[in-house]
Each structure stands twice: as C-alpha cells, then as structure tokens.
C-alpha cells in the first residue's frame, strides 16, 4: 500500500524521506515553496542525491510535489497569471533533479471570467510551460479536483477534462476526497458510480493520486473544510472502501488532514489495517 502524507520541506528532500518513514509512510507530499508565498530556496543538490539513494533503499515513492495556493493560471489580472506560469515553469525545472515525482497544482479560478475563460487560460499557460520546457518533463503533472468554492474551476470531472482537452497535453489527475464530496459527488453512498462518471468522463488511466481526506461538510456543500480519517461526513466505512477498491487501491494515498506528526502516524496505521 502506497500511503503517506503532507511534510515540511524546510528540512529538505532526505529529511522529508526520513520522516516519512518513521511514521510508517513510504510516500509522501510537500509545498515546492511557501504555500502563501513564491519564493523558493536553493536546490542542494547532495540533498537531492541522498535523497534518492534513501528513497531507493526504503522503497519510497513516487513523491507529489503540490504547487503553492496562490498559483492561480485562470486569474483576471496578467501579473497573476504571468506569477502562475513562471512558478510552474520554475517547479518543474527543479523537479527534474527528482525523475518519476508528480506535481498536483489546483486549477485556478476564474473570478467572475467565466469557467470557460478560465478553462482557455489554464490551459493556454500549461501549453507554454510545456514548451518553454522543450518536451523534457520527467514529472507528472496533475490537475486536483476542487470542491467548488467561489469561482473554482474543476469543480466537477467536466472541467477537469475540459481543460485536459484545451491543453491536448499528457496530463494527470489527482482525485480529493473531501473535494468531490464537497462537490457533490456522493463517494460514501455511491463509489462505483462516481468512479464510472469519472471513467467516462475523463478516464482512469488519467488517475495517478488520491488526497485521502475526510469532510467537515455534508456532500455538496462547496466549502472544502478537511476532517481528520473517520472523524467527518464522509466516514471511516467509506474511506476504507476507497483505499480498497479495485479501481483506486494501487494508486499512492496522501493524507492532507489536520494532523502533526504523531496524529499522521496514527491515521496511517489504521488505514493499513483497514486494508484488505
């Protein structure tokens, strides 16, 4: 089982790896630079190596790397989509030192543009990155599901393909939990059917991560408000269905929930011992 969780990167990459082994993880995920904020710190490119040699040696990945919050591609102003595509230009050129690692962006939102100008800026800014990147991109990149909140765009598997068809681009999907819950996509009632949407939708093979999260929320409800595992509206009978489903059970699981350390580890062995 692939499971992990949310890490601070202040320490670097082998760190990160040492953490995540020592709460019983053997993935895990982490800001490229602070969340609010866009400034990121040198490369340590021994780090990096040692990094690589631990994650080897622990059987550790793949590592999702998660673009900060205020990356926003669909914005109204040009200074903030020019920020967005400049960040992820960055990004993706520092995780080429990390081959095999996926980095999981939220697609934006439109501010009163409209979803469609917002689906056509996003993807005109991911078509730009990618050829400012010359085609040498060893990291996934994934859209995440939103819950709706505000003027998000990705709030349903619709834009989310949307956009993925506008870029015509290799790209993947992150699925959140609480996110299509919030959402209205009802995954404790019925998984297989929402699972079917998305395979029509946008197709599972596009399905390459899944934030594990409970909901504060009742479905539907587009406000993204994150529970700890079994302690939301979703519930612990409905995630352990989820990380066991034939469809989902292969695929790497990180927790984003409201934990510290101890309330991670906690949260990843009772989800190993669900797992069937």
């Known amino acids: 089982m692939k499971i992990g ?9 082998l760190a990160m790896a040492q953490t995540a082994v020592s709460i019983g993880a053997n993935v895990f995920q982490f800001f490229t630079r602070n969340p609010r904020g866009g400034a990121a710190k040198p490369i340590d490119k021994e780090d990096v190596a040692a990094f690589s040699r631990y994650a080897m040696e622990n059987g550790i990945g793949p590592i999702l790397a998660h673009a900060p919050y ?35 962006f939220h697609p934006g939102s439109h501010v ?36 709706g909140k505000g003027s998000e765009v990705g709030r349903d598997f619709g834009e989310i393909r949307a956009v993925i068809d506008a870029a015509g681009l290799p790209l993947g999907v992150c699925l959140d939990t609480c996110h299509v819950w919030d959402g ?6 019925r998984l297989d059917e929402t699972l079917e949407e998305f395979d029509r939708t946008i197709g599972l093979d596009r399905l390459k991560a899944i934030h594990l999260n409970d909901s504060m929320n ?24 989820a990380i066991n489903h034939p469809l989902l059970r292969d695929l790497p699981f990180y927790l984003e929930t409201p934990c510290d350390l101890q309330g991670y580890k906690e949260e990843i062995a009772l989800l190993k011992g669900l797992r069937k």
């Open 5 to 13: 969780c949310h890490l601070s990167a202040s320490g670097g990459y």
């Open 70 to 104: 205020t990356l926003n591609a669909a914005g109204a102003e040009q200074r903030v989509r020019d920020f967005a595509e400049a960040t992820m230009l960055d990004d993706l050129k520092r995780l080429s030192l990390t081959p095999g690692a996926l980095y999981n």
């Open 112 to 147: 009163g543009q409209g979803a469609a100008a917002g689906i056509d800026l996003i993807a005109s800014m991911l078509r730009r990155v990618f050829a400012a990147m010359g085609g040498e991109i060893s990291t996934t990149v994934l859209l995440e599901t939103m819950a």
């Open 184 to 189: 209205g996509y009802d995954i404790a009632g």
């Open 218 to 241: 009742v479905c539907g409800a587009r406000k993204d408000r994150h529970a700890k595992i079994g302690k939301g509206k979703i519930g612990l009978d409905a995630l352990a269905a």
